[in-house]
């Protein structure tokens, strides 16, 4: 029982180029979401799922996707990488029931 | 829509001295409260939780927390902190059986415990 696995731990990115934010549970959890922490501001909600096949926007949606094919998996995608995107982003699910998230280690971006 | 208000940035204190920890929180309905506790480069830590109950809620480490509805607060206090209490501790809330349970963080309040 693994938990919430993020991948890759760190990222170097140039401007413009695109990448996926790999995040994977095998808890046969319902609710996933992704946040963003940047100094002084907490974690932000950038994206969320109740379930597979369904994903909604939250707090900070713009220059990011996700898609939710299966209960385990809720990849994050940046299209076209910019410095504003520099930041540590967690990835966290929660089983129905359940009122707290598990969160995973982490990736930390930066953009060049 | 809910959010979270913790006041405090950072809260410096010496090493067995009483600490807490205030957050605030706005929400036109019911909710549920967390705090979470993160160490540097490490990720998130339930704290502990508020679901229904009792309002002074126990958690891990020896910190409680006390639901005041009244006042929308949800304090995080510890009677004696420790050296290794030292990190970053995030309230948040999320609404009662609403469909997406949407965890929303406050900004975050830095504890270090001095000598």
């Known amino acids: 029982n693994a938990g919430v696995t993020q991948t890759p731990k760190f990222q170097v990115l140039k401007t413009g180029q695109s990448m996926t934010l790999q995040c994977a549970q095998d808890?046969?959890?319902?609710?996933m979401s992704w946040y963003r922490q940047d100094p002084g501001m907490g974690l932000r909600l950038i994206h969320y799922?109740?379930?597979?096949?369904?994903?909604d926007q939250g707090e900070v949606p713009n220059g990011y996707n996700v898609s939710r094919s299966t209960t385990e998996d809720f990849p994050l995608r940046l299209l076209s990488a910019a410095p504003s995107q520099t930041s540590v982003y967690f990835c966290?699910?929660?089983?129905?029931?359940?009122?707290?998230?598990?969160f995973g280690s982490g990736t930390r971006l930066t953009v060049v | 829509a809910q959010s979270v208000t913790q006041l405090d940035s950072q809260v410096p204190v010496f090493e067995e001295a009483p600490v807490e920890l205030r957050c605030n929180y706005s929400?036109?309905?019911?909710?549920?409260l967390f705090w979470y506790v993160q160490y540097p480069n490490q990720g998130l830590q339930l704290l502990l939780k508020?679901?229904?109950?009792?309002?002074l809620v126990k958690g891990i480490n020896g910190f409680e927390a006390e639901f005041n509805k009244s006042q929308t607060s949800f304090h995080l206090r510890k009677p004696s902190v420790h050296i290794s209490d030292t990190a970053e501790y995030f309230c948040?809330?999320?609404?009662?059986?609403?469909?997406?349970?949407?965890?929303?963080f406050g900004t975050g309040t830095l504890l270090a415990v001095q000598p």
């Open positions: 948040a809330v999320s609404d009662y059986g609403g469909a997406t349970n949407k965890l929303i």
């Open positions: 966290a699910s929660r089983g129905q029931g359940a009122r707290g998230y598990t």
């Open positions: 929400s036109s309905v019911s909710v549920y």
């Open positions: 808890m046969n959890h319902e609710y």
């Open positions: 508020y679901l229904s109950g009792s309002t």
């Open positions: 799922s109740v379930g597979a096949g369904i994903t």
